[in-house]
């Protein structure tokens, strides 16, 4: 999976999470391939950083439901 689909991924699901426009900043994690970082910057309603696994393979439901789980933990 590439960055921008998980952008776009992180994006939606923020967003019905209820951040209308996320400031985001998401970036692969050295070392660990399929491993991506998001920081979400300013954010005062949940987690500022997540992390999630996605690979050749993965769905974006698969990386909708790890970012959903972790920002309502």
């Known amino acids: 999976m590439e960055q ?4 776009r ?3 939606a699901t923020l ?4 951040l209308t426009k996320p ?7 050295e070392g660990q391939p399929g491993h991506w970082r ?3 910057r300013g954010n005062v309603n949940g987690p ?3 992390r ?3 690979g050749k393979g993965s769905t ?3 990386v909708r439901e790890q970012i959903f789980n972790q920002y309502t933990a």
């Open 4 to 7: 921008q689909d998980v952008e």
């Open 9 to 11: 991924i992180a994006r």
């Open 15 to 18: 967003k019905e999470l209820g």
């Open 23 to 29: 400031d985001l900043m998401i970036m692969p994690v």
């Open 38 to 40: 998001i920081d979400i």
């Open 48 to 50: 500022g950083t997540l």
């Open 52 to 54: 999630i696994r996605c």
């Open 60 to 62: 974006p439901q698969w």
